[in-house]
């Protein structure tokens, strides 16, 4: 989980009234471990919750997914075989998305993402899954989609000049260029633990780390390989 620190930590800092509590994993198929899925994220009392690989396809209807307390989007994977984003969030939380009709660069990346706009916290969060893809060309064209998703909220004059960021999911073969990412962002990575075998291939970026506690890991949702950050 990623934890709010005390609101004193910097006077200097305009904060949100009350900054989420952030659960994320890569489930490696939300239907089959779903009754787990829901438990946890009741039991873990996190105010926004983030999935990917969910495997979830049109033919599983909202109803099947729903989480008491919870709403939920979902950005389903077009093809057969993985992928797939979720994001689970209580009512207070409400937030709008970012597609590729905002930004059109998403249509043409292979890597999953769903930003979402959190405006009564100043906040954006964008969440990501990156296939394995050895190929600088895929890897070069996920880092321009998160930069032209900051740049088209930053372009946004309703929205505040200091919002605030937090990038997360799993990079797979991207999480060697995580410095690339934290360069041209501006954003800390702080997941400083393997979240699969010994490599940090789920990790979070945020240009407000002062704000949060270190992340925590957390054990897997069922037989996934990936922890629970």
């Known amino acids: 989980r990623l934890l709010p620190r005390s609101s004193s930590v910097c006077a200097s800092v305009r904060l949100p009234k009350r900054l989420p509590v952030i659960l994320y994993s890569n489930v490696r198929s939300l239907s089959n471990k779903f009754d787990e899925v829901a438990l946890r994220i009741r039991e873990s009392k ?18 099947a997914m729903e ?20 994001c689970y969030f209580k009512p207070s939380f409400v937030p709008t998305a970012i597609s590729s009709q905002d930004v059109s660069s998403l249509g043409d990346c292979d890597t999953e993402f769903l930003p979402l706009v959190f405006r009564s916290l100043s906040l954006l ?7 394995f893809w050895n ?14 998703i900051i740049d088209y909220v930053s372009s946004d004059s309703s929205f505040p000049p200091n ?16 410095d690339v990412i934290s360069n041209l962002t501006l954003l800390r990575p702080v997941v400083n633990f393997a979240t699969r075998l010994d490599s940090v291939l789920d990790q979070i970026f945020t240009n407000v780390p002062f704000l949060y506690l270190p992340p925590v890991r957390l054990a897997p949702f069922g037989r996934s390989d990936h922890c629970t950050i």
Do not use: M
Not at 46 to 63: G, M
Not at 163 to 178: A, E, M, V, Y
């Open 46 to 63: 996190a105010d926004v919750v983030f999935f990917v690989e969910t495997w979830l396809q049109s033919d599983v209807p909202d109803e």
């Open 135 to 148: 190929n600088q060309v895929e890897h070069d064209r996920a880092i321009d989609c998160i930069c032209h």
């Open 125 to 131: 969060i964008i969440c990501c899954y990156h296939p």
């Open 67 to 86: 989480v008491k307390e919870y709403r939920a989007i979902r950005r389903d994977r077009d093809r057969r075989g993985g992928g797939g984003i979720i």
């Open 163 to 178: 919002f605030s960021i937090i990038l997360l999911g799993d990079f797979n073969d991207l999480s060697k260029h995580f």
